[in-house]
């Protein structure tokens, strides 16, 4: 599915000297309502752990938004 373009521009990033990633909150949830972002996109080129953990959580996250619309 791709993301409308006026999402995007509501995408609030940050440059690292890793490059550009999307930031989120402890959540993973993105400035843009019922998005959210993990792994490489959200953290500076980390551990293939942390990108797990990030997905976890951001799957949770989703489900909470979909099952009970937090």
């Known amino acids: 599915m791709r993301m409308p373009r006026a999402s995007k521009e509501r995408l609030r990033d940050d ?5 550009r990633i ?3 909150d402890a959540m993973q949830a993105t400035s843009v309502p019922g998005i959210f ?8 080129a980390g551990s293939v752990t942390f990108a797990v953990a990030d997905g976890a959580m951001a799957g949770l996250a989703t489900h909470r ?3 009970l619309g937090l």
């Open 37 to 44: 972002a993990c792994g490489d996109m959200a953290r500076a």
């Open 15 to 19: 440059c690292v000297s890793m490059g």
């Open 65 to 67: 938004t979909l099952m």
């Open 22 to 24: 999307v930031k989120t």
